[in-house]
């Protein structure tokens, strides 16, 4: 069960309770969080996998993930590469605020809830709000982030010392929000998304699968992760948690400006 606090916060902003949750959420003030709150003008449920956003495609609004998962994307000759995943809370495609196309495709995995902020009304919030602008841009900036450890990460690794890394990081993002388990975390993911996700074939992702399960690490099953040992899985996906800002040496536990 997630944490009394945790659960307040998604109570009282059921569509944005979740933004930054574990990171810098504690920095703003309750007016930020309602203003927040009251910017998402449209709520959709999207059942089916869907793109909602094509590569090169202008945007006149930036989305909210309130619930389920999302695949940042790149289409390749042969597949489809997943080059970063987001988890409840992230505000995936607030880059489009400002580049108004983007480089890459947003993609839904699974059934998920999703709000939608106009960029009207992200400009007033520019102009009005300048400290929770800032947070926007941390926000950004994180995503930044965690792109740049799956890029070093694909080089280092292998096969399935990336998904041990990848389970190690989506586990993690998911009980910053208050979601996730003691053993694991449910999820909608399949095999294909895994060797998108890894840069791997089908063929290295099942095998590398079967070698984690062999080694007691982890057991993927149809729509469940589940997990024996989170420190033996971060020792072998190579996993530290500084880069996602939420606790180690770059946590921002002290006041934001």
């Known amino acids: 069960m997630p944490e009394p606090a945790i659960v307040d916060e998604i109570t009282t902003y059921p569509k944005t309770g979740r933004f930054l949750l574990g990171r810098l959420r504690h920095d703003l003030s309750d007016e930020e969080k309602r203003i927040l709150e009251d910017s998402i003008d449209e709520v959709e449920v999207v059942t089916e996998p869907r793109r909602i956003l094509e590569r090169g495609a202008t945007c006149g609004h930036s989305t909210m993930l309130i619930d389920g998962f ?56 520019m102009e009005e709000q300048p400290h929770l602008a800032r947070v926007f841009w941390f926000a950004t900036l994180l995503d930044a982030a965690m792109h740049r450890e799956w890029v070093m990460k694909l080089e280092q690794l292998t096969t399935a010392r990336r998904l041990a890394h990848i389970f190690a990081e989506i586990w993690t993002r998911l009980q910053m929000v208050g979601l996730g388990d003691a053993q694991g975390f449910d999820t909608p993911l399949t095999q294909g998304h895994l060797a998108e996700m890894s840069g791997a074939t089908a ?55």
């Open 203 to 257: 063929i290295h992702v099942n095998r590398a699968i079967r070698a984690l399960r062999e080694q007691g690490i982890v057991d993927v099953q149809r729509g469940r992760i589940n997990i024996a040992d989170k420190s033996e899985l971060e020792k072998f996906g190579r996993f530290t948690p500084d880069y996602l800002y939420g606790e180690g040496e770059l946590s921002l536990r002290e006041g934001f400006y």
């Open 70 to 125: 999302i695949l940042r994307t790149l289409d390749g000759p042969e597949q489809r590469y997943g080059v970063s995943f987001h988890v409840p809370g992230d505000f995936v495609d607030l880059h489009c605020f400002a580049l108004k196309r983007l480089d890459h495709n947003i993609d839904t995995v699974g059934e998920v809830r999703l709000g939608y902020v106009p960029h009207t009304r992200l400009i007033e919030i």
